[in-house]
């Protein structure tokens, strides 16, 4: 039981009234908004659709399914040991698909894992972000020409990368742009709040693109932090940030294409939280059973954004079920010939790991890679080979 000690009370009371004085509240420039067009139900904003013509709709719409086929084959691979831990993006094809769009291909995209549709979008073959997860390290390496950056999985780190291409845009006078793809977890990370701060000073070409998928393995966005939305983060680096329905692909385009003309047009970043969910596992190696509940999967499934896109295309007339099932063989039928294309050229050196990191390896690395080539050897899974120098020197 707390005994109360009464000289203390009376300073506390007068500390307490001296601040007991009128505020005038500070009237802060930059703003949070929520965007949404297309609701759960179906219902659109006709006021706020951008009516994308006929083929970029369908283009959209294959691509989202792209995203939810290349998934489902990744985990069925996965089970069977023919890749390794695959993190699955269901539920977010809207969030990603519909903002990589929006890039040209002068712009740079900043990844992280969770963005199979932006890859393929990008000009990245099937059979690479195959490799990527069969724990090939060439598979991390966007394809020459491609203004993308490896696939990030440090969480955060590749929101300093983005500022950093942002600065150099800056600089040269370019009129490109910077998408940068980060999770919800990632906004607690130091990296985070350094890229958004310098770009908000500088005034960079870069949009941050928060994918809020309400996890961060294990740990609910309640937990992340106590802030009401992740898109008031932008407030105190100068900037505005806008949250909107992550899985509304029209918001999530038309969002995007604001916040990257106004980088284009030297008006700086924006940060976009777009509220989505990760339907499916973590990766491979989660099971979220043990962490969440079944009702708020199934809450979240009846706003999966493919089956609300699709009503609406074939509302508009866009789409019909002829087409929507020819628009999914093809997708299978791409699918099947990257699998078999991955399969078919693997190079299985398990000493590739250590090439893809640095153009000059460190001595520490060299080291590692001897020890690592000397068990290999001892155990019999790659042929004796000779010393390096002595192979140079021949
Ligand atoms: C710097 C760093 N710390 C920890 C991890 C381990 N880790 C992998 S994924 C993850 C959660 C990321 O959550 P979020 O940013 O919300 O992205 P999501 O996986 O939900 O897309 C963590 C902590 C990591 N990859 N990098
Ligand atoms: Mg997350």
Not at 3 to 23: M, N, S, Y
């Amino acid at each position: 039981m707390s005994v109360g000690l009464p000289w203390q009370a009376k300073p506390l009371d007068r500390i307490g009234r001296a601040f007991a004085v009128p505020r005038k509240a500070i009237k802060i420039k930059p703003k949070v908004e929520w965007l949404s067009i297309l609701a759960g139900d179906g219902k659109v904003d006709e006021s706020l659709d951008p009516k994308l013509d006929a083929d970029r709709s369908i283009y959209l719409y294959r691509l989202m399914l792209m995203a939810r086929r290349l998934d489902e084959r990744c985990i069925i691979l996965q089970r069977q040991g023919r890749i390794g831990t695959y993190g699955p993006c269901r539920g977010q094809e809207a969030a990603h698909c519909a903002s990589t769009i929006v890039m040209d291909r002068e712009d740079w995209v900043v990844p992280t894992y969770r963005e199979p549709g932006s890859f393929y979008h990008r000009g990245w073959p099937l059979e690479t972000v195959l490799q990527f997860w069969g724990g090939f390290e060439e598979g991390c390496r966007p394809p020459e020409g491609v203004h993308d950056t490896p696939i990030a999985v440090p969480i955060a780190t590749q929101a300093l990368h983005a500022m950093g291409l942002a600065w150099a845009m800056k600089l040269r006078g370019d009129r490109h742009a910077v998408l940068c793809y980060c999770g919800d977890g990632s906004t607690s990370e130091g990296d985070f709040h350094e890229a958004l701060n310098f770009a908000g000073v500088y005034r960079l070409p870069v949009v941050f693109f928060v994918q809020n998928n309400q996890w961060a393995i294990s740990l609910p966005r309640a937990k992340q932090t106590a802030s009401e939305t992740i898109a008031q983060k932008a407030l105190a680096y100068g900037f505005d940030g806008l949250q909107l329905d992550g899985n509304d692909p029209l918001a999530v385009y038309v969002g995007t294409t604001e916040a990257v003309e106004r980088a284009k047009s030297g008006g700086g970043p924006t940060l976009i939280e777009a509220v989505t969910y990760r339907m499916s596992v973590h990766t491979t190696a989660d099971d979220p059973t043990k962490y969440r509940s079944k009702e708020e999967v199934e809450t979240w499934e009846k706003l999966d954004p493919i089956p609300r896109y699709q009503k609406y295309l074939l509302g508009r007339g866009i789409l019909d079920p002829k087409r929507i099932e020819e628009i999914e063989a093809d997708v299978l039928a791409e699918l099947a010939a990257a699998v078999v294309r991955y399969e078919e050229n693997q190079n299985a050196d398990p000493l590739d790991c250590f090439k893809y990191l640095y153009a000059e390896p460190s001595a520490e690395l060299e080291q590692q890679r001897k020890e690592f080539q000397t068990a290999l050897e001892r155990e019999g899974m790659i042929e004796k080979q000779e010393p390096r120098m002595a192979q140079q020197r021949s």
